[in-house]
């Protein structure tokens, strides 16, 4: 059964950088996609990015208020995601999250399952 453990998350400055990882265990992350979510207080979860199962080609997906500024990827031998936030502005403090979904990414939470736990990112000056 795939486990997810989400880490890199910390306080930065806004104009700063964060690389979170996703590291899986239990199965492997080829044949699946993995999204990454973030819920800020009050607020319902929303998708951040996603990147298909590298059977699929591995094709990523942003959110509009985050494209240009993170990248997601993955290194199979690892087993890990990973996702790159740059400029990060105070919008993007939350609770950030990685779960999979067979095959595809699709941009509703609903349709993911297997949730890490999650990692805090802050933003602030």
């Known amino acids: 059964q795939l486990q997810l453990v989400e880490s890199g998350g910390g306080l930065v400055q806004p104009g700063g950088s964060l690389r979170l990882s996703c590291a899986a265990s239990?199965?492997?992350?080829?044949?699946?996609?993995i999204g990454w979510f973030r819920q800020a207080p009050g607020r319902e979860r929303e998708g951040v990015a996603c990147?298909?199962?590298?059977?699929?080609?591995?094709?990523?997906n942003y959110a509009d208020s985050v494209k240009g500024r993170f990248t997601i990827s993955k290194d199979n031998a690892k087993n890990t995601v990973y996702l790159q936030m740059n400029s990060l502005k105070f919008e993007d403090t939350a609770d950030y999250y990685c779960?999979?979904?067979?095959?595809?990414?699709?941009?509703?939470?609903?349709?993911?399952?297997?949730w890490g736990q999650g990692t805090q990112v802050t933003v602030s000056s």
């Open positions: 239990g199965d492997s992350i080829t044949a699946i996609a």
């Open positions: 990147i298909d199962s590298s059977w699929r080609g591995g094709g990523t």
């Open positions: 779960a999979r979904r067979d095959w595809r990414c699709s941009t509703s939470a609903r349709d993911f399952d297997s």
